[in-house]
């Protein structure tokens, strides 16, 4: 299975597929999608060269490395798991939820 992106809309037998949507399906079945323009591969990242993208639940794909997910906003991720590997140890970050954002908020403006 390889992942895509939607370039042009196009009706599947689950239904209608959106620009913009990512999905994955075989190679061989995806081959003359490709070759119509109506879908693109998912590549490495541009700016890091990582693969190691999320899927918003707002249907965005992002790169994990330039742009770490805040808690609840990941539908799925999409990446190579060694990537992902190398990220949690290079970037051991503190993930919060917005509740923990407005607490934190709420004391510093208290002092």
Not at 39 to 46: M, S
Request: aromatic letters at 6%; glycine letters at 6%; hydrophobic letters at 35%.
């Amino acid at each position: 299975m390889t992942v895509y992106t939607v370039e042009e809309p196009f009706r599947a037998k689950t239904g209608e597929i959106r620009k913009g949507q990512v999905i994955a399906m075989p190679e061989d079945k995806a081959d003359r999608l490709l070759k119509a323009g109506k879908i693109a591969e998912v590549k490495p990242c541009p700016n890091c060269n990582e693969y190691a993208w999320w899927l918003s639940i707002h249907g965005v794909l992002v790169c994990g490395v330039c742009h770490p997910p805040v808690s609840g906003t990941v539908k799925k991720w999409i990446s190579d798991p060694d990537t992902l590997t190398r990220m949690k140890a290079a970037r051991p970050a503190v993930v919060l939820s917005w509740e923990e954002i407005r607490q934190r908020k709420v004391s510093h403006e208290g002092r």
